[in-house]
């Protein structure tokens, strides 16, 4: 499989805690995006990075979130000391920038997190 | 980038063409409509994009009509495996991230 992972699939943590999620994405692909998208809503957009440089932060990302991607490969999303709203399915995506312009993004099956 | 409003919900029968609308009224000339769609606890998945012609690839069909504003997605012979939400987004041509809404909610049924 080709395509975009992500794990753990789900995850139950209990307030406070601290939990880390991981993508990998389609290999050679230089953007890496994170979403995360509650019950009946569309994803909304965390943040992005081109190979290992976080380009842009949504204000939904707030200080107990942070995200690295260190060597322009896989990435990591860490939430500290949770909070129930935090509660979400987390997805990753991943594209291609080249000299074409708009590159689909091509997302994972996500995170489920549920924080008790 | 530029709004998009889209029905909430929608059923097609199975074999019969499902179209899906989009209006875009703002769109911008450099933006793209891109068309995914999300299958229960999956993540979204891409279908199609365009900026002003017609697009079809093996899922769909992208008709864009002559002045930007609106667009209609088709799925010549919906299936079961077509029940899902359809989002139609609208990224400018220089953009990074997807701006979704909330979608179209497509029932095939027998």
């Known amino acids: 499989d080709t395509g975009v992972s992500q794990n753990p699939r789900h995850k139950i943590t209990k307030r406070g805690q601290n939990v880390t999620f991981r993508c990998d994405p389609i290999?050679?692909?230089?953007?890496l995006y994170w979403y995360r998208q509650t019950l009946g809503q569309g994803p909304e957009f965390l943040t992005y990075f081109q190979n290992e440089a976080q380009l842009e932060k949504s204000r939904l990302l707030s200080d107990r979130f942070s995200a690295e991607r260190p060597k322009g490969s896989f990435s990591t999303l860490e939430i500290q000391r949770t909070e129930q709203g935090d509660s979400a399915m987390y997805l990753c995506a991943s594209s291609l920038v080249s000299g074409t312009p708009n590159s689909p993004l091509h997302f994972g099956n996500g995170t489920r997190l549920t924080v008790t | 980038d530029a709004k998009t409003t889209q029905p909430t919900s929608m059923d097609c029968a199975e074999g019969r063409a499902a179209n899906l609308p989009c209006n875009h009224s703002?769109?911008?000339?450099?933006?793209?409509v891109y068309w995914y769609r999300q299958i229960h606890s999956q993540g979204p998945q891409y279908i199609i994009h365009g900026l002003k012609n017609n697009e079809t690839n093996e899922m769909a069909s992208l008709i864009i009509t002559e002045d930007r504003k609106s667009s209609t997605l088709i799925l010549p012979h919906a299936t079961l495996r077509d029940t899902a939400v359809y989002y139609c987004?609208?990224?400018?041509?220089?953009?990074?991230?997807?701006?979704f809404g909330t979608g179209t909610r497509l029932q095939v049924t027998l």
């Open positions: 290999s050679e692909h230089n953007r």
């Open positions: 987004i609208v990224r400018g041509g220089t953009a990074s991230k997807l701006t």
């Open positions: 703002t769109i911008s000339g450099n933006e793209y």
